[in-house]
């Protein structure tokens, strides 16, 4: 009798290491990004480039499409890690949460949008959007908080200063944009670049220079999942790092070509355009450290608008250990 049991129980073992491994050995990683975007350009490079491979990891990535759906995948195991804003882990810790995310990688350090003006105005100035049709972003997301901030810093209140419409979804802001009576949104790239291109928007300003440095969007796995699967989120998290290093060391046209395979739909000399866009305000994180001081700008943002959790401790959401140990090494 127990020797059955022990059978099973061996049995059940296999069982569960083989299904987290592909039939080459490789460890496999559902990774799920909130958006499609050149923003999150060095993950791509670490797919195409084969980073996550010589790590010995197979990342099947997807796009989950806004905030609230990719920390319902990453919670509910539909992902085992998730590309998402910083913000999510706090509003998941805020709600007590026995198995809350946790931070353990940085992918982008800035705001990642643009105002994008449905008129050309190359002499713009943030007081001519006082009484707009301005297409905002959804309430409690990066892209509003972020937005709001920065437009309180010049002195406008969105809620009063602007006719301000956040009553669109993620996905659907490009299309409502173009097609409506709004005269300014903000767009992440290469969604802004590809309006200026078609003569449906004309860039005005950068909310990632306005508003610094921030841990934007950044890799987070469930803290049951962070203490069984350590060494695969340091794998993993050193893939990240080669790639942002390489991302670092190339140009914009080198990056846009290996990227391309995800942007189909965008010529090449326009994801270029994108990325040095990015570039120039060092939007890319070049390794993937928290700091806490971009910790407390971001709490900072929240605050500004309202949607702070009652407390938020960097040393509790954060671990910067695996980051630490991978660039270091």
């Not at 705001?111 to 003006?117: I, S, W």
């Not at 996905?171 to 969604?191: C, H, K, M, R, W």
């Not at 440095?213 to 796995?221: D, E, F, G, L």
Request: glycine share 6%.
């Amino acid at each position: 009798m127990k020797k059955t049991k022990l059978i099973a129980v061996i049995s059940i073992m296999l069982l569960l290491f083989l299904s987290a491994c592909n039939s080459n050995g490789n460890t496999s990683i559902q990774l799920a990004e909130v958006t499609r975007s050149v923003f999150y350009a060095p993950q791509y490079v670490a797919i195409e480039k084969g980073f996550f491979e010589e790590e010995g990891l197979d990342v099947e990535l997807q796009t989950t499409w806004g905030g609230d759906t990719t920390m319902t995948a990453l919670l509910s195991d539909g992902a085992d890690i998730a590309l998402v804003g910083s913000e999510t882990s706090m509003y998941v810790y805020g709600q007590d949460s026995k198995d809350y995310a946790v931070n353990f990688a940085q992918l982008t350090a800035t705001d990642g949008t643009f105002l994008v003006a449905k008129e050309p105005n190359p002499d713009f100035t943030w007081d001519e959007l006082r009484g707009s049709e301005f297409l905002g972003q959804r309430t409690g997301g990066m892209p509003q908080m972020v937005g709001e901030f920065v437009l309180k810093s010049h002195d406008i209140d969105p809620h009063t200063d602007l006719n301000l419409n956040q009553n669109i979804d993620f996905a659907n802001i490009p299309g409502a944009f173009s097609s409506g009576d709004y005269e300014y949104v903000q767009l992440f790239e290469p969604t802004a670049s590809v309006f200026e291109e078609e003569g449906n928007g004309h860039i005005v300003a950068s909310f990632g220079e306005e508003s610094g440095k921030v841990p934007y969007t950044s890799y987070m796995a469930k803290e049951s999942y962070f203490d069984e699967n350590e060494e695969v989120l340091s794998k993993f998290t050193s893939a990240i790092y080669q790639a942002q290093q390489w991302v670092q060391e190339n140009n914009a046209e080198d990056i846009a070509e290996v990227i391309q395979p995800y942007f189909e739909d965008t010529e090449v000399d326009m994801l270029a355009q994108a990325i040095d866009r990015y570039k120039n305000q060092d939007s890319f994180s070049t390794d993937p450290t928290m700091d806490e001081e971009e910790w407390d700008n971001l709490k900072a943002i929240m605050e500004e608008a309202d949607e702070l959790p009652a407390d938020v401790p960097y040393q509790e959401l954060v671990n910067t250990e695996i980051a630490e140990e991978v660039t270091t090494n």
